[in-house]
């Protein structure tokens, strides 16, 4: 399996919008497998972080980096 299309998204504080986001790029496309979503978070934020480990058992190639927050932006 291939990798043809890559999203990067960053999170913060909205699970809810993100989960809705991820399936609906991966329900609309029309090989899901070969889209991949990588998604930034900050590691203060425990309710993305949460919603993505659930995204990432129901659909492939949905990854996560975790990151501390930046201080001066």
Known sequence: MDINFSILMCSRGRPQ??????TNIKLLASDPDAVQIL???DDDDSATVAIVRELQDQFINVELSVHPRFKNL
């Open 17 to 22: 919008i993100l989960e809705q986001n991820v």
């Open 39 to 41: 998604i930034g978070a």
